[in-house]
């Protein structure tokens, strides 16, 4: 698992677990004023869109996710590894 997918875990973790605590938009806004990792978070503003998983896709990629070719390559190789290590069923020996 890559930084920025660890990162999203953990936060999709954290707000899961405490998902009562977030009953208003201030508590989201608190939550965010007290995250000082190496992930930052910035206020929630309201949008529109048609595709809200194309358009998060492409912000992103965009802000954050913008690879050199080494990078997709090494990215393509360690998918290829994960599914491989998955058919074989050894995959949950190697984390």
Same mark, same amino acid.
């Given at each position: 698992?890559?930084?920025? @997918?660890?990162?999203?875990?953990?936060? #999709? +973790? $954290?707000? /899961?677990? @405490?998902?009562?605590?977030?009953?208003?938009? !201030? #508590?989201? @806004?608190?939550?965010?004023?007290? $995250?000082? &990792?190496? *992930?930052? =978070? /910035?206020? +929630?503003?309201?949008?529109?869109?048609? &595709?809200?998983? =194309? @358009? *998060? #896709?492409? *912000?992103?990629?965009?802000?954050?996710? !913008? $690879?050199?070719? +080494?990078?997709?390559?090494?990215?393509?190789? /360690? +998918?290829?590894?994960? !599914?491989?290590? $998955?058919?074989?069923?050894? #995959?949950?020996?190697?984390?």
């Amino acid at each position: 698992m890559g930084f920025v @997918e660890s990162q999203k875990a953990a936060i #999709d +973790a $954290r707000l /899961t677990h @405490e998902q009562r605590a977030f009953q208003h938009l !201030e #508590d989201f @806004e608190a939550y965010i004023s007290r $995250r000082a &990792n190496s *992930l930052k =978070l /910035t206020a +929630a503003h309201s949008v529109k869109v048609e &595709n809200p998983d =194309l @358009e *998060l #896709d492409a *912000l992103l990629k965009r802000l954050v996710a !913008e $690879r050199s070719p +080494a990078l997709e390559r090494a990215a393509g190789v /360690t +998918a290829e590894l994960s !599914e491989v290590f $998955r058919e074989a069923r050894v #995959d949950g020996l190697l984390k």
